[in-house]
C-alpha cells in the first residue's frame, strides 16, 4: 500500500503561483509513475500532469502545457507541481496519484490517492 498526502496548495490571485507537493510513503519502491490532477466543481476529474519513475517521462494536459511542471524529489519521497501563470479556471481540488503506468494515470486509474488539496484562483 502506498499513502499520498498533499499540501501547499491555497488562495492566489490570476497570475501568480503556487507549489503544491504531495509526500509518498509506505511501499513506494512499488511506485512506477505518479501524476497530477484536479476536480473542479460540476466537472470530472481531469488529469494535469505526470511522469516516470526515473523521470524520463513527463506528460501534461494541454490546458497546463507551458505553465505548469512537475518534478519530483526521490531521496524526500515527494511529488511537486509548480504551477505558473494562474488562472481562475485553474481554481478545483488537486490531487496526486500513484500508478502502474503514465498510460494508465492519463486517463484516471491511479493505484493510489491522496485526500487533495483546495486551490482557489481570484480573478
Known amino acids: 500500500q502506498v499513502q499520498l498526502v498533499e499540501s501547499g496548495a491555497g488562495l492566489v490571485q490570476a497570475g501568480g503561483s503556487l507549489r503544491p507537493s504531495c509526500v509518498a510513503s509506505?511501499?513506494?519502491?512499488?511506485?512506477?509513475?505518479m501524476g497530477w490532477f484536479r476536480h473542479a466543481q460540476g466537472e470530472e476529474r481531469k488529469f494535469l500532469a505526470g511522469?516516470?519513475?526515473?523521470?524520463?517521462?513527463?506528460p501534461y494536459a494541454d490546458s497546463v502545457k507551458g505553465r505548469f511542471t512537475i518534478t519530483k524529489d526521490h531521496a524526500k519521497k515527494t511529488l511537486y507541481l509548480q504551477m505558473n501563470s494562474l488562472k481562475p479556471e485553474d481554481t478545483g481540488a488537486y490531487y496526486c496519484?500513484?500508478?502502474?503506468?503514465?498510460?494508465?494515470?492519463?486517463?484516471?486509474?491511479?493505484?493510489?490517492w491522496g485526500q487533495g488539496t483546495q486551490v482557489t484562483v481570484s480573478s
Open positions: 496519484a500513484a500508478g502502474a503506468t503514465i498510460g494508465n494515470l492519463i486517463y484516471g486509474h491511479g493505484n493510489s
Open positions: 509506505g511501499r513506494t519502491f512499488s511506485i512506477n509513475a
Open positions: 511522469i516516470t519513475a526515473t523521470g524520463g517521462n513527463t
